[in-house]
């Protein structure tokens, strides 16, 4: 699975972006996907995953009510639609794949997540 991220950018505290990662390489409809971020000196942290179909979704506590994951298999694509942005939202955002789960089960999980794209740095101003 090849993942490619795009979206990223310098924005105000308030402002919005909106993050695309589109993939290839595999059957995009059994990846369960996740968007997960690193900020300078941390450790990397989960932000969002979505399920095989889209029904099921989980954020991170820090995001809930700003940030909402979606996905379109027909474009084989995970978005991350990020509202109210923050100064400490700054990081490099990686999208992920976890081809591993049978049923569809999402993952906050960074080791279940096998395949990465290579992150989109989101800087947000105060």
């Known amino acids: 699975v090849q993942l490619q991220a795009s979206g990223g950018g310098l924005v105000q505290a308030g402002g919005s972006l909106r993050l695309s990662c589109v993939a290839s390489?595999?059957?995009?409809?059994?990846?369960?996907m996740g968007w997960f971020r690193q900020a300078p000196g941390k450790e990397r942290e989960f932000v969002a995953t979505?399920?095989?179909?889209?029904?099921?979704?989980q954020h991170h506590n820090s995001v809930k009510g700003r940030f909402t994951i979606s996905r379109d298999n027909a474009e084989k694509s995970v978005y991350l639609q990020m509202n109210s942005l923050k100064p400490e939202d700054t990081a490099v955002y990686y999208c992920?794949?976890?081809?591993?789960?049978?049923?569809?089960?999402?993952?906050?999980?960074?080791?279940?997540?096998?395949?990465w794209g290579q992150g989109t740095l989101v800087t947000v101003s105060s």
């Open positions: 992920a794949a976890d081809d591993g789960s049978v049923s569809g089960a999402i993952s906050t999980t960074a080791d279940r997540y096998h395949y």
């Open positions: 390489g595999r059957t995009f409809s059994r990846l369960v």
């Open positions: 979505i399920s095989w179909g889209g029904t099921v979704k």
